[in-house]
């Protein structure tokens, strides 16, 4: 039988008249089957080749775009641990890169160009040691940007460090919105939400991951509790910060972000890199006996009967001294360097007398020279003050005693004639050192000009600091900005007397813990009981701090580095007169001569002389979060009561053999002592059983 194909109208008869042969008609119908399916077959092939390039090429640069245990992507990049758990994340806030512009070579990934346009970026991966890893990141903008930010994430990690606070917090607490602001030391007293006299840029982490931002960055710093992140930012643009002379101010943020195998570990490879060390441990006196100030009992109202007076009370009461510090104002006018006779009929006479008595005394100064006094006219005829943006005039600020002019510590002249009246002093009166006052940035003008331009307005206050080498046995610094290598006594910020966080007595762990993390080890915790400051004093009777605020202050005081009063015991009775001899004596047979043996290896090491209680235990958890103890190098720790009414307190021990202060033994740490018993005149505190 034959099949017979219809032809549609209008389709070509096939050659043969009739549609050809029926045999040629069935192997054409065959074969187009065979045709589309090798076709297809091409194309599958061409498809899998492509897919192939293609995946070769993503594999090479996820390859590419990873370092050791660093991954980037083009909104930021993740560090791993060895375990492969993220312990680090920076996210890249004002752009993504472009990773196609990315190259590795060697241990260098870079990329030249962001979504914004041509950028230097580049994170370069460095070992110095086996049990480190570092991880050198610079993003440099080459065409006009206001601003360069990465955000980095908390990771349920804590973090310590940054800056002395008004509010201090151990770990730091992220509490609010905060957009960036410049990273510059401030007197946190009366701008209560700024960044304080102490600062670094340095962060450390419980993940054992540490970072530091590079000097030459113009550093803002702002935060986020709704995304739990840190900010970092480099701007010009609305700023104190300037570009060095010659360059645009094209802004660039660079840092270091180092992992290493435990948070004690990787903070005493940072500090022995990147922190200056001081070169000699100030006055042995200072950490041994109290220094006693007039500031807290006179303020300005200080006279030469009543300074004579405060230390003959001093020796009736049967107390020692390392130095009398003579505080605000004994000069008729700010910014001069003599007695006010009509305050000091007889200086000399005073200093001959106290000599006598066994007495030293230091002074208290500041940077400022107010417009009406004599030297004023002096300082604007020799161009020692900061000026004015043009140069042209000496610029006028307002200070916390009035109006004046600011000297400019980057002009040798003015360090010398601020040194020369110093010595003058110290030659006439044989003064034994200075308290320098002040020095935070916030006293500078918002816009103005220094003899030496200043590209990060923070180095004024480390040359003011420069100014207290020469008295550094026993000066006195409230300021601190890469200063760590000036060998004298860093005094927190006042304190009011109250016992809460904001400037207050449970304050005082928190900052010093934070500035020692910073790399300043020799602290004055400033004065037993605050500064009684009318309205920011908490039950004060006769304008004195309560009387319970005093005496835990005053214990918790015995184990800091120094001790300093001001407001004397005997104000109160003779109950705390008792308790203030039994503590300064504990201080100096039990605390000083363990300070200063750790006072000695910080020239070489840095590390802290008072430590969190991590340091001995870096796998607990607990310890990272404890605020309210310390430890005095490895093996004595304190735990100060800090609530009022209380003679009481939770008490943690890390694991360890404990001896309590009065003979208990606990050995199955880490464990809580619940509602441990603390009289008033007692502080609990435990040695470490080797």
Not at 86 to 109: P, V
Not at 446 to 454: D, E, G, K, N, W
Not at 636 to 650: C, F, H, N, S
């Amino acid at each position: 039988m034959y099949q017979i194909v219809p032809v549609a109208p209008g389709e070509p008869q096939p050659a043969g008249g009739a549609g050809g042969s029926p045999l040629k008609k069935k192997l054409a119908h065959e074969g187009r089957p065979l045709v589309m399916a090798g076709m297809l077959g091409c194309v599958l092939v061409l498809a899998a080749v492509v897919a192939w390039c293609y995946y070769s090429a993503s594999l090479r640069k996820a390859q590419l775009l990873k370092a050791e245990l660093l991954d980037l992507n083009k909104d930021g990049f993740i560090i791993h641990n060895q375990a492969g758990a993220i312990i680090f994340s920076m996210t890249f806030r004002s752009g993504t890169l472009d990773l196609d512009s990315c190259t590795k070579e060697g241990n260098i990934l870079s990329c030249t160009q962001s979504d914004s346009g041509k950028l230097n970026f580049f994170i370069q991966t460095v070992r110095p040691k086996d049990t480190v890893m570092c991880y050198r990141v610079r993003w440099e903008e080459l065409q006009n940007k206001h601003s360069v930010e990465h955000a980095m994430a908390y990771n349920d990690s804590h973090w310590y460090g940054g800056a002395e606070t008004a509010t201090q917090y151990w770990p730091v607490r992220i509490q609010g919105e905060q957009e960036p602001q410049p990273f510059i030391t401030s007197d946190v007293y009366s701008n209560r939400n700024a960044f304080g006299g102490i600062l670094e840029r340095y962060w450390l982490s419980s993940n054992a991951t540490a970072i530091k931002i590079n000097d030459s960055v113009p550093f803002h710093l702002g935060w986020s509790e709704k995304d739990r992140t840190l900010r970092f930012q480099a701007r010009y643009q609305d700023s104190p910060f300037r570009p060095p002379e010659g360059q645009k101010a094209l802004p660039e943020l660079s840092y270091r972000v180092c992992v290493g195998s435990d948070v004690t570990s990787i903070h005493k490879y940072m500090v022995r890199r990147y922190f200056p060390k001081p070169i000699k441990v100030p006055s042995p006196e200072v950490f041994k006996q109290p220094l006693w100030s007039t500031w807290a009992l006179h303020k300005t109202a200080v006279t030469q009967e009543k300074l004579l007076q405060y230390a003959s009370d001093i020796t009736k009461h049967g107390f020692t001294c390392s130095h009398l510090e003579l505080d605000d104002r004994y000069t008729a006018d700010y910014g001069e360097f003599d007695f006010d006779p009509q305050k000091f009929p007889n200086a000399s006479g005073m200093f001959d007398k106290l000599r006598e008595d066994g007495f030293q005394v230091s002074l208290w100064t500041h940077p400022f020279i107010n417009y009406d006094s004599i030297n004023f006219g002096v300082a604007v005829e020799k161009g020692l003050f900061v000026r004015e943006p043009s140069g042209e005039l000496p610029a006028l600020v307002r200070w916390w005693n009035g109006i004046g002019g600011i000297l400019d510590f980057t002009n040798p002249e003015a360090r010398e004639w601020y040194s020369s009246h110093l010595r003058m002093l110290k030659l006439r009166y044989d003064v034994t050192s200075f308290k320098f006052d002040a020095g935070e940035t916030s006293y500078l003008p918002r816009q103005f000009s220094t003899l030496v331009p200043l590209s990060d307005p923070s180095t004024f206050t480390r040359r003011y600091t420069e100014m207290a080498i020469p008295f550094s046995e026993r000066a006195e610094l409230r300021v601190g900005y890469q200063s760590q290598n000036i060998s004298c006594f860093f005094r927190i910020i006042d304190r009011d007397s109250v016992w809460g966080y904001e400037l207050g007595l449970k304050s005082i762990i928190p900052t010093v813990l934070t500035i020692s993390i910073l790399g300043y080890q020799f602290v004055l915790p400033d004065m037993i009981g605050g500064n009684a400051y009318p309205n920011r004093t908490t039950d004060g009777k006769n304008g004195l701090p309560d009387r319970e605020l005093y005496i835990r202050w005053l214990e918790l005081s015995a184990f800091m580095p120094a001790m300093q009063f001001s407001i004397p015991p005997w104000a109160y009775d003779n109950e705390v007169v008792q308790i203030a001899q039994k503590f300064t004596e504990l201080h100096e047979k039990l605390v000083a001569p363990r300070v200063l043996e750790l006072a000695g290896e910080v020239l070489d090491t840095g590390d802290p002389i008072i430590r969190p209680l991590w340091w001995i235990a870096n796998d607990d958890e607990a310890a990272y979060k404890i605020d309210s103890q310390f430890l005095i190098g490895d093996d004595l720790m304190v735990a100060p009561v800090l609530e009022p009414g209380k003679q009481e307190r939770d008490i943690y021990l890390p694991a360890g053999r404990w001896r309590s202060y009065k003979g208990e033994h606990f050995d199955k740490g880490p464990m809580y002592l619940t509602d441990y018993p603390v009289d008033l005149d007692d502080i609990a505190f435990f040695t470490w059983v080797h």
